[in-house]
Structures are given as structure tokens and as C-alpha cells.
């Protein structure tokens, strides 16, 4: 058992594996579990033993007093081995949504873990490396959904709240704070990123905030309302999307992530760049606003289907948040720890997901400027804090990361395509078409993708890479509401 450690909680000490209080449990640990030290606590009174302030060695006593158990009661994101030194017995697990990524080969009786990918290829030659699901337990007897503490079920919908949410919202950054060192905002200036500045400088107001693009980027005007509202440091990570530089990046970014995904890798070239630059300014440490979209209703395939009452809206939102490890999450993970930093997702915390499954339809989504638009809770938020939180942030419309960084993506003609069309004629993309045909390949820009990770990766022992991170939503049916989104954002 090994780690490659980005130290963060006791940075000294914490050295893994972790072992139990008894020695039994070892335990190699990726992430953090925000609330070890009220598991500490509570650990303590039953008259456990500590030996280091890490959140490792919280959860390795937790493990070997609670059991399976003890996977309800983590409040964090997390990737872990747990090995009985004595038996050989194992449990690995990984958090509800899978911000840390975890795969595994079953060589006969032989299970082999690791973070990545590659080093499975590498080390193991014939079998398949196989995806840990979020929200899973795997020991040698058997592979289940754990209880956790997010996702409960209520018949009865809650009422939103602005003063609630602003509170829970409060406390999900705090947790997220790390005690001793500086730490760093993704910022875009959308809803979801703003909030999670205004909140982190609540604490911490020296926080800077990072913005990808330039002065002529889509969202650079609204991060510039919030920074000379409020004073923030907003520092400007370049990006010039029609560069050889930027394009070239696509290369490192594919390795990064072991994605071909578009929508993950147009997304990532950005993310990488802004770790690399958090990276350089010393921090170790980042908050971004993932998750509110899928929650709140910020796609605009969840605000028609909640703003009719679609019968399958709660299934598409389901569905958009089983994808984000396979997405929005392995991106701003595996680019941040490119770059040596740990970017931590304060909207993915038990009491926000709570909140937000419990809300009603109609809390979520309401007409604005014509169309449906969703996030209302954290529209409703903007209003309690009018001097810090700009109106013009609040009522904006969604552009995609990548986009508001003006990465021009339209299908139609722009710079970005234009790259792919040079690259892969008509006739290739056929070819790549039958070679990947697992893959349901459909436009040369995922072939370029998908070329680019096979060079590192044998992608046809990876059989996860072929199930493509598409949400089932009637897209024929809604085509013209999509098209009215999409003029609206220009």
C-alpha cells in the first residue's frame, strides 16, 4: 500500500497507510473527510486512541469501530483501501459522488487498486480495469451501495428558504477551509462560483479568486462587477482560445483526465490552467461551485423538464448527477492534482444535496426573461446580501465553463471546430468511426480525443470508457426550447 500524498491535514505526521488503534486496519486514503474531527470526537469518548491529527487515522478507527457502518457517518470526498493486516480481507469505497476517482483489476483472487488508470494498464497485463461506482463498497464477498449520509427520501417537499440555504451554504464552506493554509477560489463570475467567493471571504477575505479567459471573454464582465463591488482579488489566468498553445494542451489534458469526453476535455484545457497557475501562487488548496447546476436545475435540459413537470425530470436530474464523476467532477480533480492542488466541491455536501432534492419544482425553476430558468434558491440568496452580491450575477443566464472562458464551440463554424476539420478528413473519421466502434464515436472532435488516449491508454481493456456520459432527455422533442437557451446565452 502506497500514497503519493498532497499534504494538507497534518502535514507532518499523517504518513500512510494509517493504521488503526489496534494495528489491524491499514488504510490508503485520497481526499478529505470534512467532519473527522467530530468523528475524533466521538472516537475519543469511547476511549480510542490517536497518534496523529490526520483524517486518515480518523477513518481508520472509525472503520474498525463502526464497520461498514462507519461509511454513513463521513461528511467528505474520498477514495480508500481498507486492508485487515491479519486476514488479507479488504474493503475499498469511494464518496456518493465520486469526486475521487477509484479503479480496480481482479486478477483470479487478486484485487489490484489504484487512482488511475494507467499504472493498472501498466502493471496488469490481460484483465479489464473495472470503474468502483460513487457510492460503492467493494470487499472480496461482495460490491453494494453503501447508506450515506446524502440522498434521503421525503414524500413531503421542503419550502425554500433563502435564510436556510444561506446558512447551509455558510457552513458547507467552512468545512471546507483547511485551518492552516491559504486557500484559492475557481471563480467565472456565474451564480454557482460567486456565491462560493462571497461565502469563503466571509472567513477568509484575503481569498483570491482565479479567473480563466480575458478581458473580452463572455464572463469576464460579470467577474469584474463582483470584483469592484467587493474589492476581491481577481487574478486573470490568460487564455487565448484560437492559440497553438492552448490547443496544444489537449495532449496533457487527455492524459490528465484518461477522457475523451468533449465536454469534460473543452472544460479541462481551462481547469488545468487555472491549477497550474494556483499551483505557481503557492496554494495547495481551491473551492469551486460544481454541483449547483445538477442540483439546483442550471441545465437547460433540467429547467424545461422541471418547468413542465415532466414526469422524468427528477430521473434526468438523477441521471446529470450520476454523470459528474464522469465529467464536471473528474475534471476539476484530475486537472487540480495535476498541479498539486486539491479542489474541494462545497455544494456536494450532505446538507445542500438534502436541501436541494427536497425542494418542489416550482422552487427551482420560473419564468425569467422569457424562458425557464433555474438556481432560483440561489437567486433568492443574491437578495439577502444586494451591497456584496451584483444583480447582474444573479440574473444571468448558464454559459458552460469552458465557453465563458470564450472557448467558441458552436458546430456550425467556429475556430475550435475548425482545428478538428483540419486534422481528420471526412474519410478518416469514417475509418475511426469502425476502429473505436465500442465507442459511439460522432464527430471528429471526439475521434481527435479519443486517438489522443489511446496513445496512453488501451482503451479497449477500460469497458466503463464505452458507456458515453449522456443523459436520457428527449432532445427531438425540445429541439426549438433548446435553440431559444442557446440564442439567449450569445
Not at 472516537?43 to 478507527?61: I, M
Not at 489566468?237 to 468533449?262: H, K, L, N, Q, Y
Not at 488548496?285 to 414526469?311: S, T
Not at 433555474?374 to 444583480?391: E, H, S, W
Request: proline share 6%.
Amino acid at each position: 500500500m502506497a500514497t503519493r500524498r498532497l499534504r494538507i491535514v497534518d502535514a507532518e505526521h499523517a504518513i500512510q497507510p494509517q493504521f488503526s488503534f489496534d494495528g489491524q486496519l491499514a488504510v490508503s486514503f485520497n481526499g478529505e473527510i470534512y467532519n473527522h474531527e467530530e468523528l475524533r470526537v466521538e472516537l475519543t469518548a469511547l476511549g480510542v486512541p490517536f497518534r496523529t491529527e490526520s483524517d486518515t487515522e480518523v477513518l481508520a478507527n472509525a472503520l474498525q469501530v463502526w464497520g461498514f457502518g462507519a461509511l454513513e457517518r463521513l461528511n467528505g470526498m474520498y477514495a480508500f483501501v481498507a486492508v485487515d493486516v491479519g486476514t488479507g480481507e479488504f474493503l475499498a469505497a469511494r464518496d456518493p459522488f465520486g469526486v475521487k476517482p477509484l479503479y480496480v483489476v481482479q486478477a483470479g483472487q487478486g484485487f489490484v487498486f489504484c487512482s488511475e488508470m494507467r499504472p493498472l494498464l501498466d502493471t496488469i497485463e490481460r484483465h479489464q480495469v473495472m470503474l468502483l461506482p460513487p457510492g460503492y463498497a467493494l470487499s472480496r464477498k461482495s460490491c453494494a451501495r453503501f447508506k450515506s449520509p446524502v440522498f434521503p427520501r421525503s414524500a413531503v417537499p421542503t419550502d425554500a428558504s433563502p435564510e436556510a440555504l444561506d446558512y447551509i451554504l455558510s457552513e458547507a464552506v467552512r468545512l471546507r477551509l483547511p485551518p492552516d493554509l491559504p486557500v484559492a477560489i475557481s471563480f467565472s463570475g456565474g451564480i454557482d462560483s460567486t456565491l462560493i467567493a462571497h461565502y469563503t471571504r466571509q472567513y477568509r477575505p484575503e481569498a483570491p479568486g482565479y479567473f480563466v479567459g480575458s478581458v473580452n471573454a463572455p464572463d469576464f464582465r460579470y467577474a469584474a462587477d463582483y470584483a469592484a463591488q467587493t474589492g476581491f482579488d481577481l487574478r486573470i489566468v490568460p487564455f487565448d482560445p484560437e492559440s497553438d498553445a492552448v490547443f496544444g494542451r489537449i495532449d496533457e489534458v487527455v492524459a490528465a483526465t484518461e477522457s475523451f469526453e468533449p465536454n469534460l476535455v473543452r472544460g479541462a484545457v481551462c481547469s488545468l490552467m487555472a491549477a497550474e497557475r494556483m499551483h505557481d501562487d503557492g496554494f495547495r488548496v481551491a473551492l469551486c461551485g460544481e454541483g449547483a447546476d445538477e442540483l439546483f436545475c442550471g441545465y437547460a435540459p433540467l429547467e424545461i423538464a422541471f418547468a413542465e413537470n415532466d414526469e422524468n425530470a427528477r430521473a434526468i436530474r438523477e441521471d446529470c448527477l450520476g454523470l459528474m464523476h464522469r465529467i464536471s467532477l473528474q475534471r476539476v480533480d484530475r486537472c487540480a492534482m495535476r498541479h498539486q492542488v486539491e479542489m474541494r466541491e462545497p455544494y456536494l455536501d450532505p446538507e445542500v444535496v438534502n436541501y436541494a432534492l427536497g425542494l418542489e419544482a416550482g422552487a427551482l425553476v420560473r419564468d425569467l426573461n422569457g424562458l425557464p430558468s433555474g438556481k432560483m434558491p440561489l437567486r433568492g440568496v443574491y437578495n439577502l446580501y444586494a451591497d456584496q452580491l451584483p444583480a447582474s450575477i444573479r440574473d444571468r443566464t448558464k454559459v458552460p465553463f469552458g465557453e465563458g472562458a470564450g472557448l467558441d464551440v458552436s458546430p456550425q463554424d467556429s475556430g475550435w471546430k475548425r482545428r478538428f476539420d483540419a486534422a481528420i478528413s471526412d474519410a478518416d473519421l469514417s475509418d475511426g468511426q469502425k476502429e473505436f466502434a465500442a465507442f459511439s464515436v460522432q464527430t471528429k472532435e471526439e475521434l481527435y480525443y479519443l486517438r489522443k488516449l489511446a496513445q496512453t491508454v488501451d482503451v479497449n481493456r477500460v469497458p466503463h470508457l464505452t458507456d458515453r456520459a449522456w443523459i436520457s432527455f428527449p432532445v427531438a422533442r425540445h429541439r426549438e426550447k433548446l435553440k431559444a437557451y442557446a440564442h439567449s446565452s450569445l
